[in-house]
């Protein structure tokens, strides 16, 4: 299984269009699901997608405009009759806190899980989750109203013991923990074995970050720097330049400056307007900037590696 | 064009199933759109269908389970994206209206159209609508929480003005109208013509009744009676009579014993639960008792004649 694999549900913009869905992705890492932004229809589609609801154990808002956060109260409710124990947390805005908090209350009001709401900031710099092997963690974007990214982090990963030099140098078992998280190794002689000559480096550590709904402005790229994968809103092309600044959207070329910038492994576009047919004119003037770009599409399951 | 047509958007019950979508169906009535129940997903069912969501007028909600209504906020906000005009009533019980004009003031803070809400009462009883040519009235169900039905009526008809007879006796234009719509007509000569000489009956008031969620009680058939399309809640078969009465829903013999005691023309099911493959059982449970029974469907348009 792939350790960290997103699963497109929607990426379509505000009006939803017989070709994209309203936002919503879900974040599977090591069996645990994660959703990001839940647009209307989002339990649908995770059942079309196979995706078990009561394996959730997050859903990170990343601002109340309807077509990202309106599948909430129909999905919350859903779970209720699904008995299924367990916590469920969802992260957004107060506002959006105290408004789904009541919606839940009167249309689930004997829930069957533990259901919380984290009251998030807009500003950006939290860290939302802090698991052994991961970080959720917060940016600002530029949107009409508050928003934020998502940025998911695997903490670094043990460094490979080489079984030969294991063996050599007789290491016990009970000090092969410390060694594969960097310790020397000392004989008991009192020789030095240095760490590099027993271990290979760890796996990199995979990490994805999702950038909603923004205007362009260079200073993204801090934000998601390095990333394997970056998902980037591309709700115009370049037809449409003066429209997306004007709405606080990005075209396409401007997701692919930011990808470059931030040297991102690959980038995935989405949040598409319904005023295209297609999005091939997107995946080319993103490609001329940056080459490693993809579209997102509904069904999409992308490994992240 | 057909003068009444039921187009079937949703007959789910609670838990959406990749089989059926929550509550939803549109009455089209001289290009008049009526929305009945809303659940999550309607916007996007609407424009599937190719029906237009701004020749809605009226959104009749039967009762405040979110499969019955949670499509609302998405589709109000979406409707404002497409600055519309006109006037749209949500016909609802008071916490309705007052959860979702907050969802909408909170979605949509500027609308581009009129947007009422009409509080209506769980005693049933009431017209809420009132046209020249159409009626469209409540009744009491009886579920787990209030709920009603929605019966629309066309208003008579005037009768067909016999041209034969018109010409022999000599009717002047201006009084044909008063002769369609029952009087005698009086020669010069003073000789009386009696209507029925002078006409044929008019064509049948068409009417549809909305049962959408109950428990079985006779009396029910009282509300709907005679109606030319009885939709009728069928979420379980036979198998489940017990399970039905507990959950306050019917069987499809329970709906066919109501519409066989109101004459219904046509009984139309629906709000199957997603514990069945397909109704092939409730069809052929509800024929034996009422034969002029049809299922409904997603996609389905049905003209009520």
Chains 1, 2 share one sequence.
Do not use: W
């Amino acid at each position: 299984m792939d350790q960290m694999t997103i699963h497109i549900l929607g990426c379509g913009s505000a009006t939803p269009s017989l070709r994209h869905l309203p936002a919503c992705q879900v974040v599977e890492y090591r069996g645990r699901l994660m959703m990001v932004d839940c647009g209307e229809g989002a339990q649908l589609s995770m059942r079309r997608a196979g995706l078990q609801m009561h394996r959730l154990t997050d859903i990170f808002i990343s601002h109340l405009h309807g077509d990202h956060c309106l599948g909430l109260p129909g999905l919350l409710s859903t779970l209720s009759l699904q008995q299924t124990g367990g916590t469920l947390t969802v992260h957004t805005f107060p506002d959006g806190c105290r408004m789904f908090r009541q919606m839940v209350d009167f249309f689930a009001p004997r829930l069957s899980y533990d259901l919380r709401f984290n009251e998030i900031s807009p500003k950006g710099g939290e860290t939302l989750l802090d698991t052994p092997a991961l970080t959720v963690t917060t940016f600002p974007l530029r949107h009409r109203v508050p928003c934020v990214g998502f940025r998911f982090d695997e903490k670094p990963k043990e460094r490979h013991l080489r079984g030969d030099a294991a063996n050599f140098h007789g290491i016990p078992p009970y000090l092969r923990r410390a060694i594969k998280q960097g310790a020397d190794f000392t004989k008991p002689d009192g020789t030095v074995i240095p760490n590099e000559l027993l271990t290979l480096p760890p796996d990199p550590s995979l990490s994805y970050a999702y950038c909603s709904d923004t205007l362009y402005f260079p200073a993204l790229a801090d934000a998601v720097r390095d990333v394997t994968l970056l998902y980037h809103e591309a709700t115009y092309a370049d037809d449409n330049l003066s429209k997306a600044a004007e709405r606080f959207h990005s075209t396409a070329s401007q997701a692919a400056m930011i990808a470059r910038a931030a040297s991102a492994g690959t980038l995935l576009l989405g949040h598409f307007s319904k005023a295209y047919n297609n999005e091939n004119r997107h995946l080319a003037e993103a490609r001329a900037i940056f080459p490693s770009t993809l579209l997102a599409n509904e069904g999409l399951s992308l490994s992240v590696r």
